[in-house]
């Protein structure tokens, strides 16, 4: 083996050359992991700066002292200053009042003691240098040894928020007023058509009344000329001439009845000019108990007069049977079920048209039924029969609003609206609400025939 003159032989030379080589590739493959690391982290940061750019929520970084690190451009935006101008400086340059400042220096200190994160409004001063409110969170921030960081602050404008909900706002109460107006609208259409038989209804006692007031027109001339007679001092053969030309005793026996009958004709027209009020004015939103086997009857009344002669009604009613809501409002939604079960009949042109009017109760519900032997829902109408402006009658017969507005009636008063077809042909709808507080179920109920 050759030796090199300061005794070290080949073999020695040999393992410093292996080891050098062995070192310098283990240091070409650092390097080229490393340049992959820096790859990566180069990646991951443009990725971390992307998402805080497109961020719509305003972000601040803040160090231990308060001073801004870090911004996004939404934040820049609404504040008009470039990050450049506002790194270093401290948080409260971009707050408007003394009391934004406070509420911030007091969530920075909760952040840093560990508390969890807090929600605090601030106001920041925009690039017109006006005070807009932000709704924002303060998060701790923490270092890779576990040590305090800083703060992380991530904000949204309220003003938008406020200006949209300003406007939902203003379009539900139009929405409102509008659906009252359609409410109010349809129930006028169906008061047009019981107008023919109300007029017919309102005829007889005003008849009978104005038949009274001629009859007490004359009785009162008879009794004025026997009253003089009485101040000229005639004398009694004279007077009782007089009392029996006159009839005088008829006139006086006749009187009460008279009266009496006036007065009843004349309370009848109230009561059918005040419900006739009831049902055509707008409903107010209050609520009350109402007997829902008044409100059928009086339905059932008002619509006789303009139903199809071949139409029968069956109804029996119970004694009560109470719910909580307005008394206009279902009677609203009976006149449109009768209406829409007579329509239906005269599609179907049947011999003999029935309707029957069912009232029960049960665990504390009341149902009404409304069946009738007409031509019966499509199937595929079945689906639709209550959506707005749907409708299976003829263009000009019908608005497509009655069902429509009758289900958002009773969805109004804590209820439900439904319809099925009949097995015996026909359709029924099923009114169920709830029945008022504190009101008991009568043993027995009525049935329609």
Not at 5 to 23: L, Q, R, S
Request: proline content about 3%.
């Amino acid at each position: 083996m050759h030796q090199h003159p300061d005794g070290v032989d080949d073999a020695a030379w040999m393992d410093v050359i292996n080891k050098m080589d062995e070192v310098y590739s283990r240091l070409i493959d650092d390097e080229v992991e490393l340049e992959r690391k820096n790859v990566e982290l180069e990646q991951s940061q443009q990725f971390i700066v992307s998402v805080i750019s497109s961020m719509t929520d305003v972000l601040i970084v803040c160090d231990v002292a308060g001073r801004i690190e870090r911004a996004n451009a939404a934040l820049c935006a609404l504040v008009g200053r470039t990050e450049s101008e506002i790194l270093g400086q401290p948080l409260a340059i971009l707050l408007a009042d003394e009391a934004s400042q406070a509420k911030a220096a007091e969530v920075s200190k909760a952040a840093f003691l560990g508390l969890q994160a807090q929600d605090v409004e601030l106001q920041l001063l925009d690039r017109g240098r006006q005070a807009v409110p932000v709704d924002a969170r303060c998060t701790p921030r923490t270092a890779g040894n576990g040590r305090r960081a800083g703060t992380v602050w991530v904000g949204r404008p309220m003003g938008e928020i406020k200006r949209a909900y300003m406007e939902l706002q203003q379009t539900h109460d139009a929405l409102k007023r509008t659906q009252q107006q359609l409410i109010h609208s349809e129930k006028m259409a169906s008061l047009g058509q019981l107008v023919a038989g109300v007029a017919h209804e309102l005829n007889n006692p005003i008849s009978f009344v104005l038949g009274n007031v001629h009859a007490l027109q004359r009785y009162c001339e008879r009794l004025q000329t026997y009253i003089e007679m009485l101040d000229g001092q005639q004398d009694s053969e004279a007077l009782r001439e007089q009392r029996q030309r006159l009839r005088i005793d008829h006139v006086l026996h006749d009187l009460p009845s008279l009266i009496d009958g006036t007065l009843e004709g004349a309370s009848r027209t109230a009561d059918i000019v005040n419900g006739l009020k009831r049902f055509s004015t707008m409903d107010k939103e209050e609520k009350r108990v109402v007997n829902l086997v008044q409100v059928v009857d009086r339905t059932i009344l008002w619509m006789r007069r303009v139903q199809p002669q071949t139409v029968q009604i069956h109804w029996t009613p119970t004694t009560t049977a109470h719910v909580l809501g307005s008394e206009g409002q279902l009677q609203q939604v009976l006149t449109n079920l009768l209406q829409n079960a007579f329509d239906a009949i005269a599609t179907a042109k049947c011999s003999q048209g029935l309707v029957w009017i069912t009232l029960r109760q049960a665990d504390g519900r009341v149902y009404i039924h409304v069946a009738d032997n007409g031509a019966g829902i499509l199937p595929e109408a079945m689906s639709r029969v209550f959506d707005p402006f749907f409708t299976s009658k003829p263009v000009g017969k019908g608005t497509g609003l009655g069902l429509s507005i009758s289900y958002g009636l009773i969805e109004q008063h804590q209820g439900v609206l439904s319809v099925r077809n009949r097995n015996e042909g026909g359709a029924e709808f099923t009114i169920d609400l709830p029945q008022a507080p504190g009101f008991s179920f009568p043993r027995s109920g009525g049935e329609g025939v």
